[in-house]
């Protein structure tokens, strides 16, 4: 079964400085999809980022970028000019490839302050 | 277009009793997946609706289930409450086509069980 591991529960940051998010996972598969999501405290999940597994390149989203090791299977989160409306907890995320899978195993979250 | 809508928000019920969640997919969307998230355990998935099919199922007991109708809204039921079962229900549509698309989730229903 996949796993997903977030080892940072809380994480903080600086108003305009630049934090990383750590995620790990485990799969045998070589076709999936990763994702970061973030929820505030209104508890409604909003996708920051995603990452297909066939692609070396890795995703950016404005300040939000990952850094995918496919190898190691690491998947961590870099947020650039931390904003204030950044603080929320982040969700790592895996789903496996192909048409029929919409299942996500998600890690346990990382709860991230922003201090102004 | 409008996001994917829950309801009710906020759930009070007793142990024992049976309850029924309904989420409302973003308009063309014919997949929906419900997550239970519990501070102990996480976010888990229970299942996926796609065409008024299950298609994916998590690992949870029979007493939850669900379906979904001929214009994608879904429902999920609980019977027999326990008082693990409080949590925030999430569900989260897609168009159900596969790929890198993205789920889009609802608010969700807060349920807590006495």
């Known amino acids: 079964a996949q796993t997903v591991t977030q080892s940072q529960p809380e994480m903080s940051v600086q108003e305009a400085e630049t934090v990383t998010l750590s995620c790990t996972y485990d799969?045998?598969?070589?076709?999936?999809?990763l994702f970061w999501y973030k929820q505030p405290p209104s508890r409604q999940m909003i996708l920051v980022i995603r990452?297909?597994?066939?692609?070396?390149q890795n995703a950016t989203e404005n300040r939000f970028s990952v850094n995918f090791q496919k190898a190691a299977k690491s998947f961590s989160l870099k947020i650039s000019d931390s904003q204030l409306g950044d603080a929320a907890m982040y969700f790592c995320?895996?789903?496996?490839?192909?048409?029929?899978?919409?299942?996500?195993?998600f890690g346990k979250g990382t709860l991230l302050t922003v201090n102004p | 277009k409008a996001g994917v809508t829950q309801t009710p928000r906020y759930l009070i019920k007793t142990r024992g009793q049976q309850v029924t969640l309904s989420c409302s997919p973003i308009?063309?969307?014919?997949?929906v997946s419900w997550y239970q998230q519990t501070p102990g355990q996480g976010l888990q998935f229970l299942f996926e609706?796609?065409?008024?099919?299950?298609?994916n199922k998590g690992n949870f007991p029979g007493r939850f289930s669900g379906r979904q109708f001929s214009n994608s809204r879904s429902e999920m039921n609980v019977s027999t409450l326990e008082l693990g079962d409080s949590a925030l229900y999430l569900c989260?549509?897609?168009?159900?086509?596969?790929?890198?698309?993205?789920?889009?989730f609802g608010p969700g229903t807060r349920l807590l069980v006495l």
């Open positions: 989260a549509s897609s168009t159900g086509t596969g790929g890198k698309e993205t789920q889009y």
């Open positions: 799969t045998s598969e070589s076709d999936y999809y």
């Open positions: 990452q297909e597994a066939y692609k070396q």
């Open positions: 995320a895996y789903r496996l490839g192909g048409g029929s899978n919409y299942k996500l195993t």
């Open positions: 308009s063309g969307h014919r997949s």
């Open positions: 609706y796609f065409s008024e099919t299950q298609r």
